[in-house]
């Protein structure tokens, strides 16, 4: 190690450091530059919600995921189902109450919450909002 506290560890000498050691071994070399990157916008207000309940309509679609934005009414519900893969729900404007078999959670924008694979749920819009569910799919 160098006198110089400005001078880095010799990235080849593993250092003692395992937060440092982390940022090597997960850092530069890591990934890919082949791939694809989707960039999703306009997501907010994309549809009207229909008279009595949501409208839902697919916003990206691979092998990996299915992401769905769903814009509510004031009122308007799911009632209980399942999803069969995990799921990530997120609101993007307004909030929900989210109805789970052990408790009702308040769903507000920027918050998200994690479903574990045919977990029964239920929401209700407690105002006028858009969500997005990302349906986390198997890799074949």
Known sequence: MSDDPATPEDSSQGGSDPATRDRRSHGSR????????THLADII???????NRPRASVVHE????KIVAFEFGEGHELGD????HPILVQVLRGRVEFGLPDRTVDLLPGEMLHLTP????SVRALE???LTVTMLLPRA
Request: avoid cysteine; charged fraction near 25%.
């Open 30 to 37: 890591a990934g890919t530059t082949e791939g694809t990157a």
């Open 45 to 51: 207000g994309r549809a009207e919600p229909m008279e």
């Open 62 to 65: 691979d092998e990996t995921a």
């Open 81 to 84: 189902h399942a999803a069969h």
């Open 118 to 121: 045919m977990l029964r749920h």
């Open 128 to 130: 006028r909002t858009t």
